[in-house]
């Protein structure tokens, strides 16, 4: 899943949802996601609402990450450990870009163009027919 797939999904499902709920939504699956209880309990204990964003930007982050990417994510921790560890701590971040083709063009976009071109033009008396009943 692309980074802007993922962003989006977690952004429609959070509204009303507690930070934590939204560092477990961006949290991605693996083997090792588990004990939910357990790190609620953790994050709660260590005030973890204060840092939540600089947290959930490290996870969406490191989930770009080769490390986190190789083995079908066997190198990705358990949240508990990544809590526990506070690895977003001092995490140097790079500015997220995404980048956008501003030449591309969607096919079914172009189709309807090329076949606008190909239309016959509409005859005057349709034309001004449509302009009476339009009048007011």
């Not at 063009?105 to 189709?111: H, I, Q």
Request: net charge positive; aromatic share 10%; glycine share 4%.
């Amino acid at each position: 899943m692309n980074l802007k797939k993922s962003l989006s999904t977690m952004f429609e499902q959070m509204d009303g949802m507690t930070m934590f709920e939204m560092f477990w939504l961006a949290w991605p699956k693996s083997t090792r996601k588990g004990g939910k209880a357990t790190c609620q309990a953790k994050w709660i204990k260590l005030k973890l609402d204060l840092q939540a964003d600089q947290i959930i930007k490290h996870v969406e982050w490191m989930k770009t990450t080769e490390q986190w990417k190789k083995g079908e994510g066997a190198f990705i921790p358990s949240p508990l450990v990544y809590i526990n560890q506070m690895r977003w701590d001092g995490a140097e971040i790079p500015d997220m870009t995404v980048n956008v083709n501003v030449n591309f063009k969607d096919p079914a976009l172009a189709k309807i163009e090329e076949d606008t071109k190909n239309v016959a033009p509409m005859p005057s008396f349709v034309r001004d027919y449509i302009a009476r009943l339009t009048k007011k």
